[in-house]
T-cell receptor, first 115, second 113 residues
Framework: AQTVTQSQPEMSVQEAETVTLSCTYDTSESNYYLFWYKQPPSRQMILVIRQEAYKQQNATENRFSVNFQKAAKSFSLKISDSQLGDTAMYFCAFMKLKGAQKLVFGQGTRLTINP | NAGVTQTPKFRVLKTGQSMTLLCAQDMNHEYMYWYRQDPGMGLRLIHYSVGEGTTAKGEVPDGYNVSRLKKQNFLLGLESAAPSQTSVYFC????????????FGPGTRLTVL
């Protein structure tokens, strides 16, 4: 079974700073997807970024980028020029390629951006 | 296009009562999922469906039943609610055979007293 671990329960940075959220996972699969979801106080789950394991290039989406280290089974999220609206819970998630597309989530990191 | 909707948004039950949560999607997605979210934990999969008339168990299925009689709807039932089922429940849907993102509903906060 796959497991996803986020070792930082809470983080806090000043607006405009850069912050990195950590995620490690355990799997015997060779092909899979990794995701970062954002959950603001509204509770809505919002996809931030995703990474295909077979791609060596790290995914980027505007201010969000990942550092994907397949051998180390590490998948960190970097938020550049952080904004107050980035305040949210962030969840790392894993999905196998085979079968139903079930997501396995980490415990989450609560990120607070301070003015 | 409403996406994924969930009914109700909030509910309080007494121990032993039953209820059904309704999830509806208008995106013609084949796959649908029910997750629960507890404090300090990520979302955990309860049950899922890969098509109309099919259901399967996820990570934490005990105490829940599901039905997918129509492609657009996925129902989650609690036959005899327990305080341990106090949680926020999320429904999600996705296209089959695709690694595209899952689209989540807004969640249902359930409290069992």
């Amino acid at each position: 079974a796959q497991t996803v671990t986020q070792s930082q329960p809470e983080m806090s940075v000043q607006e405009a700073e850069t912050v990195t959220l950590s995620c490690t996972y355990d799997t015997s699969e060779s092909n899979y997807y990794l995701f970062w979801y954002k959950q603001p106080p509204s509770r809505q789950m919002i996809l931030v970024i995703r990474q295909e394991a077979y791609k060596q290039q790290n995914a980027t989406e505007n201010r969000f980028s990942v550092n994907f280290q397949k051998a180390a089974k590490s998948f960190s999220l970097k938020i550049s020029d952080s904004q107050l609206g980035d305040t949210a819970m962030y969840f790392c998630a894993f999905m196998k390629l085979k079968g139903a597309q079930k997501l396995v989530f980490g415990q989450g990191t609560r990120l607070t951006i301070n003015p | 296009n409403a996406g994924v909707t969930q009914t109700p948004k909030f509910r309080v039950l007494k121990t032993g009562q039953s209820m059904t949560l309704l999830c509806a999607q208008d995106m013609n997605h084949e796959y649908m999922y029910w997750y629960r979210q507890d404090p300090g934990m990520g979302l955990r999969l309860i049950h899922y469906s890969v098509g109309e008339g099919t259901t399967a168990k996820g990570e934490v299925p005990d105490g829940y039943n599901v039905s997918r009689l129509k492609k657009q709807n996925f129902l989650l039932g609690l036959e005899s609610a327990a305080p341990s089922q106090t949680s926020v429940y999320f429904c999600a849907s996705s296209y089959a055979g695709s690694t595209d993102t899952q689209y989540f509903g807004p969640g249902t906060r359930l409290t069992v007293l």
